[in-house]
T-cell receptor, first 110, second 113 residues
């Protein structure tokens, strides 16, 4: 059973655009929601994370929006750059039990 | 601070052969994870250790996979015998237990021919 559903599967934007990646979860016990960025041949690296007591968190050009009642959260990348081209994974965790979405391959065209 | 170290980075074997992967977590991290990542998919947990104890191995195919974390530091994941469907990237991650953040190694890409 897929506990974290991520969309879209792939996304292409122009430089400066604002890609948005969405995730939905089912288990209300999840209390930590990170986003990971993965480049080819590398392991996932933590980008930004949020807990359900806040509705939004911003770090640099990356923003997480969180809707607890809808059990959804999303990643926005402001002023996207070609260097942001990577695969992004959302995840949801409770007590070190982390479940990942299937990933979104983002391409930012120059 | 050194990150999570994994070796080898790549491994090509024939089916039915054994293979082993090694992971050294970030110093001081008590929790260690092994994940399987198929192409185009997110990581899937195989086993989680708290110190030297395996606290979640429900997704580990125990007929052919085994893991150990002696002394609660580095860990080895073994497959014997390997099957064609085992071709994937095997990721190791660690966390301190003080936060939920997991830090990943670069992974071992296994190809079974």
């Amino acid at each position: 059973q897929q506990q974290v559903k991520q969309s879209p599967q792939s996304l292409i934007v122009q430089k400066g655009g604002i890609p948005i990646i969405n995730c939905a979860y089912e288990n209300t016990a999840f209390d930590y929601f990170p986003w990971y960025q993965q480049f080819p041949g590398k392991g996932p690296a933590l980008l930004i994370a949020i807990r359900p007591d806040v509705s939004e968190k911003k770090e640099g050009r990356f923003t997480i929006s969180f809707n607890k009642s809808a059990k959804q959260f999303s990643l926005h990348i402001m002023d996207s750059q070609p260097g942001d081209s990577a695969t992004y994974f959302c995840a949801a965790s409770n007590n070190n039990d982390m479940r990942f979405g299937a990933g979104t391959r983002l391409t930012v065209k120059p | 601070e050194a990150g999570v170290v994994q070796s080898p980075r790549y491994k090509i074997i024939e089916k039915k052969q054994p293979v082993a992967f090694w992971c050294n977590p970030i110093s001081g991290h008590n929790t260690l994870y092994w994940y399987l990542q198929n192409l185009g998919q997110g990581p899937e947990l195989l086993i989680r250790y708290e110190n030297e104890e395996a606290v979640d191995d429900s997704q580990l195919p125990k007929d052919r996979f085994s893991a150990e974390r002696l002394k609660g530091v580095d860990s080895t994941l073994k497959i014997q015998p390997a099957e064609l469907g085992d071709s994937a990237v095997y990721l190791c991650a660690s966390s301190s237990g003080l936060t939920d953040t997991q830090y990943f190694g670069p992974g071992t890409r296994l190809t079974v021919l």
